[in-house]
């Protein structure tokens, strides 16, 4: 089995930067990062994880979204640098960028397997606000 290659926590920075540079959605977007931290366990969380490469993307993809380490952008970088993590280590992953599912996966609605699934590109419940 080839060696995973994760990201680093100043490619998670620079991710977005890019996302936020390339994706606008809101006017006071701007890249500033709250929590170095945040970004250091996510990444060790991630590493940590058994399982395979969906397993640990979706650890990513959790703890990028819930842990709120940025200012702006949190959900469509946690995206892009699940995205690019998978194609780096030479899978494909056919999933759309999901607004609503990302804030089902930050407000705890998707376990991290659904997350998985989701990643796979199942399809996953609907989200709603209970």
């Not at 994706?23 to 990444?43: F, W, Y």
């Not at 699940?82 to 780096?88: D, E, M, W």
Request: no cysteine; hydrophobic share 35%.
């Amino acid at each position: 089995m080839p060696e995973i290659i994760y990201p680093s926590v100043d490619e998670l920075i620079e991710t977005n930067r890019r996302v936020l540079r390339e994706i606008s959605v809101k006017r006071a977007d701007r890249h500033r990062v709250l929590s170095r931290p945040k970004l250091e366990a996510a990444t060790q969380k991630m590493r940590a994880e058994e399982g395979d490469l969906y397993d640990k993307a979706a650890v990513l993809l959790t703890e990028l979204v819930r842990g709120h380490a940025f200012a702006s952008g949190v959900r469509r970088t946690a995206y892009v640098a699940t995205v690019s993590f998978l194609r780096t280590n030479d899978e494909h992953p056919s999933v759309a960028h999901d607004p609503r599912i990302l804030t089902g996966i930050r407000e705890g609605f998707y376990t991290v397997e659904e997350t998985k699934d989701w990643l796979r590109g199942n399809a996953v419940r609907q989200f709603t606000r209970t």
